[in-house]
T-cell receptor, first 114, second 110 residues
Framework: AAGVIQSPRHLIKEKRETATLKCYPIPRHDTVYWYQQGPGQDPQFLISFYEKMQSDKGSIPDRFSAQQFSDYHSELNMSSLELGDSALYFC?????????????FGSGTRLTVV | KNEVEQSPQNLTAQEGEFITINCSYSVGISALHWLQQHPGGGIVSLFMLSSGKKKHGRLIATINIQEKHSSLHITASHPRDSAVYICAVLSNFGNEKLTFGTGTRLTIIP
């Protein structure tokens, strides 16, 4: 069965560079959530989209932006990267944002900023 | 105080032992997830519960809504069960983002 696909799996960037992470939800899922997990830390919610509109916003820095496209895939754009941005970024998708449908998680993108 | 707390934080057991991981939460929820995270980071959703009990293979998850408590049990544990197990709750305030517990690092020794 198709799962949530994230790309790339690994990414190494230098400070002040930009990075774009991609998330392809399960077919028919219309909601995407982005989370950031620093080394040894709990996952932190960044932002979510439902039907291509931002539905909720968490602790996402102003240097980051995200959007959901017409095919429901989402991209997280990160600019002026800092060493502290090194983390595992994973996304999850679900069907609907009004009820507690199950989540499916991607494998994550590990970003290393050097 | 975290909204979602897990215990124990670390657990080491011998292969074959019965494992219990506990999760307590302080907010009203519409659902609770048990997740498994292996080294390297990928997260797998094991269960989503809103009441009662679910079983999948050697894994059993229970939830008591009145007591705001859930448990994840692993029977006949195996070294491949070694991972971080995370409890995450979906609040009933209308938004759908998860609040994560701090995780329990489980190590099963052969």
């Amino acid at each position: 069965a198709a799962g949530v696909i994230q790309s790339p799996r690994h990414l190494i960037k230098e400070k002040r560079e930009t990075a774009t992470l991609k998330c392809y939800p399960i077919p028919r899922h219309d909601t995407v959530y982005w989370y950031q997990q620093g080394p040894g830390q709990d996952p932190q919610f960044l932002i979510s989209f439902y039907e291509k509109m931002q539905s909720d916003k968490g602790s996402i820095p102003d240097r980051f932006s995200a959007q959901q496209f017409s095919d429901y895939h989402s991209e997280l754009n990160m600019s002026s990267l800092e060493l502290g941005d090194s983390a595992l970024y994973f996304c999850a998708s679900s069907l609907g944002s009004e009820t507690n449908y199950g989540y499916t998680f991607g494998s994550g993108t590990r970003l290393t900023v050097v | 105080k975290n909204e979602v707390e897990q215990s124990p934080q670390n657990l080491t057991a011998q292969e074959g032992e019965f494992i219990t991981i506990n999760c307590s939460y302080s907010v009203g929820i519409s659902a609770l997830h048990w997740l498994q995270q292996h080294p390297g980071g990928g997260i797998v959703s094991l269960f989503m519960l809103s009441s009662g009990k679910k079983k999948h293979g050697r894994l059993i998850a229970t939830i008591n809504i009145q007591e705001k408590h859930s448990s994840l049990h692993i029977t006949a544990s195996h070294p491949r069960d070694s991972a971080v197990y995370i409890c995450a709750v979906l609040s009933n305030f209308g938004n759908e983002k998860l609040t994560f517990g701090t995780g329990t690092r489980l190590t099963i020794i052969p």
